[in-house]
C-alpha cells in the first residue's frame, strides 16, 4: 500500500480504537457473550400496541432483471410532487424487511427475510415519514412485518422546513413524498456478538437498503440515500428509546422530476 494514504489510526483515532477493539484474534473470538437458555434467540420486534394499524395491500413484485436494475441505479436528487401509491409503499417494505415465509429451526419458528442478518437476529426496524402516498394520511409509521402492517406513531404533515432540517439541509431530498428510515434495536446483536455485533447491523442496514433501491428502479422511482441526519431528534420523531434503538439510515424516494439522469444526480 502506498505511504502517501493517509494514516486511518493518527487521522481518524476513534474510528481506529472501534475497529482495532472490535477485530478477532485467538483470545477473543469466543462464540458468544450471552449465557443461558435464550442465548442466540432473536427478539420480538417493536411494537406499538397503542398506535392505530393501516393494513398494507399485499406485495406485488415486478419481473425486472438484474442487469437493467442494476444500470438504472442512481441517486435521484430531483422529485416530482406526484405521491406514492400505497401499493408500492407496501412493495418497498417488503423488499426491506417483510417475511417471505415462516420456517422451522428445532423448537423454533425462523422468519425467513429478504435480507441475511448476522445470527438470524434481525436487530433492523423500518419506519416511513409519510408526506404524500395516496389512501394513507401523512403522518410517522413503523413497519410491522409479521401481519405485513403499519403502525402509525403520529398523524402529522411535517413541515418541509422540519423535513429539511433532520437531514441536515438536504432540500431536494426533503420534498420526496417517502423518507424511509432504517434504525436499530442495538442489544439484539451485541448481546451474543459483542461489540462486533454492531458491524453485522450496519452491513445489514446496507443489505436492507440495497433491496429498498433496486425495488423502487423497479417501479419507475428514484431514490437517495441518507447518512447524514440529526440522530437524536430524528430518534425522537420516531418514538425511540435511545437507550435500546438508534436511527442508522435513511432513504428519499419519489418519482424523478426528468428523465435525464444527470440533472437527476445534481439536484
Known sequence: MSQKEPSFKRNHPLTWCYHHNTSRWVHNA????????????????LEFPDAPQVRLPAAQ???????????????????????????????????????????????????????????????LE???????????????????????????????LLPKALREYLIMGQASLAVAPVLLVVASVVGRSLGKYGDRGYRYILLEAGHMMQNVNLAAISHGLGS?????????ELGELLCLDPDLAAPLYATAIGHPDSADRRTLRAG
Open 61 to 123: 413484485l415486478p419481473d425486472a432483471g438484474m442487469d437493467q436494475l442494476l444500470r438504472n441505479r442512481l441517486s435521484c436528487r430531483r422529485f416530482s410532487p406526484q405521491p406514492l401509491a400505497l401499493q408500492t409503499l407496501s412493495d418497498l417494505l417488503f423488499v426491506g424487511y417483510g417475511i417471505l415465509e415462516i420456517g422451522e429451526f428445532g423448537n423454533l419458528e425462523f422468519l425467513e427475510r429478504p435480507v441475511p442478518s448476522g445470527g438470524g437476529l434481525y436487530p
Open 224 to 232: 437517495c440515500n441518507i447518512g447524514g441526519f440529526f440522530d437524536q
Open 30 to 45: 469466543t462464540a458468544s457473550t450471552q449465557t443461558g437458555p435464550d442465548a442466540g434467540i432473536p427478539q420480538p420486534a
Open 126 to 156: 423500518l419506519f416511513a415519514i409519510v408526506n404524500q402516498v395516496s389512501g394513507l394520511e401523512s403522518g410517522i409509521y413503523h413497519y410491522r412485518p409479521v401481519g405485513h402492517y403499519l403502525e402509525q406513531l403520529r398523524k402529522v
